[in-house]
């Protein structure tokens, strides 16, 4: 198993870095991606942080941790700049935040996360047909979600997906110990939003194959 969006208590989850990665390496995940919440005022803190911590467990456990962020609730002008800024720190996945149909995200992020090059836009609410069409251009993956709220979409995503070739994530989003998801809820996830067995098997190679090609840790 393979997650690439969680949350530690770096933003509003609920667990250190270590405790995180070992409550998903009883799970069996070979990596998960950590990507707390991050705008301009903290990412120059949680970055470092992340790094430090990849650096010390990456060695002596089985899950790969990730590090990441979650740019979440920036001005649209603003994403692309801060993308570049998280890579320059060393942030090896970059995730927007993107227009859920939960919360007043503003109109034009999912499109600024697309032309700014982010790795993954997390769950992208009623993301439209020329959105998609920019995600598959540009190789980043549209989220279907785990987390309650942002799931209600998850059909729609799915659906603009399959219409334009954009590939697709899986991710849990989890913020807390009871979040993170088993192999087979996330196969759930996946046929609930309408996919095939052999198009949901397709998420997992499409996610494995993004972990492969991330930078190495800097
Ligand atoms: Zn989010
Ligand atoms: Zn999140």
Not at 64 to 91: D, K, N
Not at 137 to 150: A, D, M, P, T, V
Not at 183 to 200: N, P, Q
């Amino acid at each position: 198993m393979i997650d690439l969006h969680s949350h530690t208590f770096f933003s509003d989850g609920a667990l250190v870095p270590a405790e995180h990665v070992r409550r998903v390496e009883v799970l069996g995940y070979a990596a998960i991606a950590i990507t707390d919440h991050a705008d301009s005022s903290n990412i120059h803190i949680l970055i470092p942080a992340l790094l430090k911590a990849a650096k010390d467990l990456n060695p002596v456990t089985t899950t790969r941790l990730i590090v990441g962020v979650e740019l979440t609730h920036v001005p649209p002008a603003l994403i692309g700049p801060l993308t570049a800024q998280a890579r320059a720190l060393g942030a090896q996945i970059v995730v927007v935040h993107g227009e859920t149909p939960v919360e007043p995200v503003l109109t034009g992020t999912n499109r600024a996360a697309l032309e700014a090059g982010v790795d993954i836009l997390a769950h992208p609410g009623f993301i439209t047909e020329e959105e998609a069409v920019l995600a598959a251009r540009n190789h980043i993956l549209l989220e279907l979600s785990g987390r309650k709220g942002h799931s209600l979409t998850n059909g729609h995503v799915a659906r603009m997906a399959e219409r334009t070739g954009a590939l697709l994530a899986v991710n849990a989003d989890a913020h807390g110990p009871g979040d993170f998801l088993t192999a087979a809820m996330a196969e759930t996830v996946g046929l609930g939003a309408g996919l095939s067995r052999e198009r949901y098997q397709a998420i997992r190679r499409d996610m494995a194959a993004l972990v492969d090609r991330l930078p190495p840790l800097s």
